[in-house]
């Protein structure tokens, strides 16, 4: 009788642990129901209050290739069919002396920007000229992605590091060293995007001296590289087979290239900063837009097929680990760079002294056409 008492209480035991289990596992799927509903619901509130507004809003996105966004564009408009956007792409540099502009004259175009220059926002918010707002999944942001206060958010992780032709890598790319492109085979054969025309190309640079020194830096100069302003065309270089190799650079480098993030090699990421004007012109277009962006399925749709998401919830590329398991990166390293203005120009010059000046008309915007408030309605 004890024993199959002792059998019934065992089995009891098992049943009431299995129903315990799936009332977790059915709990944790509708708060994960509930949560995607959520932000739909959010998202659908905000299109009621920017149609109301008048339904449009325009963003300054940095960018260094026409049209490199309009992809963004084209589906926000898609999902939100009443609103009007101009998603104006320019280097960055660009964008921040625009948006002082017309602050300074007090005719503001720009209802929100996403920048590299991390310098900018905390100098806006310290101004106040940056409107508080969470986006829909703004607690679901790294914190090193996010001002603690609400007044900028990161929108997605920007990586930086050499791109090299796959064949000239070694068997495990993990492997693959700066000082492999010192080696005869490059000589003639490298394309960078100029340092001293990117503040994040410069940071990688940076890194690069930091490790092996300026006789480096000298030494591959004698390599003989072409330099072109803008990313893209560096990295295009390498994935047309023209070229080797690359650096402190990122895109889409397939057929011929590949994006190292070597393990005795530094490279460059960051959260691109996003963030809303007080005085926009159409401030709820611009929380619609900055909440899409920001919300776990555009995330997911639109970030995380090519670099890292902002979001805790939202699993990386294919072949990416998530980004806090890198120890040769730092997301605040760059942003600490940009902080400090005389700094950073101090190494630019240096730079220049071995790259030469710049040269070549802006890459985002080669007709000159843009001006001082594009994208104005």
Same mark, same amino acid.
């Given at each position: 009788m004890k024993s199959s008492s002792r059998n019934r209480r065992k089995a009891l035991g098992t049943a009431v642990a299995t129903a315990l289990a799936l009332t977790a596992v059915s709990t944790t799927a509708i708060a994960q129901s509930r949560t995607a509903t959520s932000e739909n619901d959010q998202l659908q509130a905000l299109y009621k209050a920017a149609k109301a507004e008048g339904g449009k809003v325009t963003v300054y996105i940095g960018g260094d290739a026409p049209g490199q966004w309009d992809s963004l564009a084209a589906s926000f408009t898609k999902q939100f069919p009443d609103m009007k956007i101009n998603l104006v792409t320019d280097l960055s540099k660009y964008h921040n002396a625009r948006i002082d502009n017309q602050l300074a004259t007090h005719h503001l175009v720009a209802d929100a920007a996403i920048l590299q220059t991390a310098q900018d926002f905390d100098r806006w918010k310290k101004q106040g000229d940056l409107l508080k707002y969470k986006p829909v999944g703004w607690d679901k942001v790294f914190a090193n992605a996010k001002d603690k206060d609400g007044y900028y958010t990161g929108v997605f992780y920007g990586a930086f590091s050499y791109v090299v032709n796959t064949k000239q890598l070694p068997s495990d790319p993990s492997d693959?060293?700066?000082?492999?492109?010192?080696?005869?085979?490059?000589? %003639?054969?490298?394309?960078?995007?100029?340092? %001293?025309?990117?503040?994040? @190309?410069?940071?990688?640079?940076?890194?690069? @001296?930091?490790?092996?020194?300026?006789?480096?830096l000298a030494k591959l100069m004698a390599q003989n590289p072409d330099f072109v302003r803008g990313t893209p065309y560096s990295t295009a270089g390498v994935a047309s087979g023209k070229y080797l190799a690359t650096a402190a650079t990122a895109g889409p480098p397939p057929p011929d290239g590949t994006q190292v993030f070597a393990d005795s090699e530094r490279f460059n990421t960051w959260a691109q900063r996003g963030a809303i004007f007080k005085k926009a012109p159409h401030k709820a277009g611009a929380e619609l837009f900055m909440s899409w962006l920001n919300s776990k399925a555009t995330q997911k749709s639109a970030v995380a097929t090519w670099t890292w998401s902002v979001r805790k919830d939202v699993t990386p590329p294919n072949g990416l680990k998530p980004l806090s398991t890198y120890k040769n990166t730092d997301p605040d390293a760059f942003v600490k760079f940009m902080s400090n203005r005389a700094a950073v120009e101090r190494f630019r010059s240096q730079v220049e002294l071995y790259v030469g000046q710049v040269k070549g008309a802006d890459p985002a915007d080669p007709d000159n056409t843009l001006g001082r408030t594009p994208g104005a309605f």
């Open positions: 693959f060293k700066g000082t492999d492109l010192l080696k005869s085979q490059y000589k %003639n054969k490298l394309i960078f995007t100029y340092p %001293n025309d990117d503040d994040a @190309v410069l940071f990688g640079f940076k890194q690069i @001296v930091d490790q092996y020194g300026w006789g480096y």
